[in-house]
């Protein structure tokens, strides 16, 4: 009978051990849960402090995934043509940025807004960005000190960071610089942040190119904002440069200034020789 109350006692004391271990687990997932409605609570109050970024409406949408393509680098949000999303609308984010601390200063956590990207392709109810990392990706941008116009290529998935290209050698550029949208491209409005220079520089022939690191940190990006501006694709669309689209110049062959004067001269002598009216 001792045995059988000990078995018994043993059995309790499991049921209840094994009780508690569902209880700490079940408080460890509604504490992850909490901290992650926090983070997003957080980013939804900041986007309620967006600044303006363009003259345009704006849509929030959320980051549902992130194609890992090794040739296209796409991000696919929740918010489609239903949603009033059209292709080659540009797309940016807003996140949190530390500063570091610098001449006595604190370090400072400050609001940014970046560029994504555009939208390439759209749905009902989701969409394809095309982020400028890609390696399909062009952005005209503008080096903000000097105003001078630069192209933005993405280098992804070879490289993550972007270079600006085409950039005149006359330009001086220094790592730290800020880059933004030139609104050149038709797409982009103008002087939306875009990233800084980095520490690589190269001065090739008559330009020169720069790494450039993004201000918005893709590994980081959950929700971003679609700018619905209505781009005039048919602009975007040029014709080919063939001999069937570009018609052929007619030159007519110079003639030597002699030739030009000569009918002057027999005109002036036939009217010497005309005998006057009477």
């Not at 504490?31 to 997003?40: D, F, K, P, S, T």
């Not at 109050?45 to 929030?60: D, G, T």
């Not at 610098?102 to 095309?130: C, D, F, W, Y």
């Not at 993405?154 to 270079?163: K, T, V, Y």
């Amino acid at each position: 009978s001792r045995f059988v109350d000990s078995y018994g006692t043993y059995e309790a004391v499991r049921s209840e051990r094994d009780a508690l271990r569902e209880k700490v687990k079940s408080n460890l997932d509604t504490q992850v849960e909490l901290i992650r409605l926090r983070e997003e609570n957080i980013k939804l109050r900041q986007f309620l402090q967006l600044p303006p970024v363009s003259n345009h409406p704006v849509l929030q949408a959320e980051v549902i995934s992130q194609d890992p393509d090794n040739w296209f680098r796409t991000i696919i949000i929740n918010k489609g043509s239903a949603d009033g999303v059209a292709t080659y609308m540009p797309v940016v984010a807003l996140q949190t940025v530390t500063l570091p601390a610098e001449n006595n200063k604190p370090a400072e956590t400050k609001l940014v807004v970046g560029i994504v990207g555009k939208v390439i392709q759209v749905n009902p109810h989701s969409a394809r960005i095309l982020p400028l990392t890609d390696q399909f990706s062009r952005i005209g941008v503008n080096v903000k000190k000097t105003g001078h116009w630069a192209l933005l290529n993405g280098q992804s998935p070879h490289q993550d960071a972007p270079l600006i290209d085409y950039l005149s050698l006359g330009v001086f550029i220094s790592q730290g610089d800020e880059i933004v949208t030139s609104g050149g491209d038709g797409i982009f409005p103008r002087w939306l942040p875009v990233g800084t220079v980095g520490k690589r520089i190269e001065r090739l022939g008559s330009f020169q190119k720069a790494e450039i690191t993004p201000i918005i940190d893709f590994k980081k990006l959950d929700f971003v904002i679609v700018i619905q501006k209505k781009v005039d694709t048919e602009s975007l669309n040029f014709l080919p440069l063939k001999p069937d689209t570009v018609e052929e110049p007619k030159l007519q062959p110079a003639v030597p200034a002699a030739q030009k004067a000569k009918p002057e001269k027999e005109e002036g002598e036939a009217a010497a020789e005309k005998p006057a009216a009477k």
